[in-house]
C-alpha cells in the first residue's frame, strides 16, 4: 500500500501556454491512457477524468422514455387479420 499512497501524493505541475490556450505539465506517473479526456471544475478545483467509452446499459438508462404518440399501443395485434390455415 505504500506504493499506492506515494503515487496519490499531491505534486506541483507546470502551466504554461499552448497558443491561446493555458496548459499543464503531467507528471509521468498521473498519465492518462488514450487521446483525450474529461475536464470540469467543482469550485476552485480543476478535475480531469479519463474518457471512458459508454457500454449500452449506460446508453440505454440515460435515454428519455418515448412520448406517447410514439409508443405502441398495449394491443398491438388487435389491427392483423385473422389467422387462417395454409396448406402446402
Given at each position: 500500500?505504500?506504493?499506492?499512497?506515494?503515487?496519490?501524493?499531491?505534486?506541483?505541475?507546470?502551466?504554461?501556454?499552448?497558443?491561446?490556450?493555458?496548459?499543464v505539465?503531467?507528471?509521468?506517473e498521473?498519465?492518462?491512457?488514450?487521446?483525450?479526456?474529461?475536464?470540469?471544475?467543482?469550485?476552485?478545483?480543476?478535475?480531469?477524468?479519463?474518457?471512458?467509452?459508454?457500454?449500452?446499459?449506460?446508453?440505454?438508462?440515460?435515454?428519455?422514455?418515448?412520448?406517447?404518440?410514439?409508443?405502441?399501443?398495449?394491443?398491438?395485434?388487435?389491427?392483423?387479420?385473422?389467422?387462417?390455415?395454409?396448406?402446402?
Amino acid at each position: 500500500m505504500a506504493g499506492t499512497a506515494a503515487h496519490n501524493a499531491p505534486r506541483e505541475a507546470k502551466l504554461f501556454r499552448n497558443n491561446r490556450n493555458q496548459a499543464v505539465r503531467i507528471p509521468v506517473e498521473f498519465e492518462f491512457s488514450g487521446e483525450r479526456v474529461l475536464i470540469h471544475k467543482e469550485g476552485d478545483r480543476l478535475i480531469i477524468e479519463p474518457l471512458r467509452k459508454r457500454g449500452l446499459i449506460e446508453i440505454l438508462r440515460g435515454l428519455s422514455p418515448l412520448p406517447p404518440e410514439d409508443q405502441l399501443p398495449d394491443d398491438l395485434d388487435a389491427a392483423l387479420l385473422p389467422l387462417r390455415d395454409v396448406e402446402l
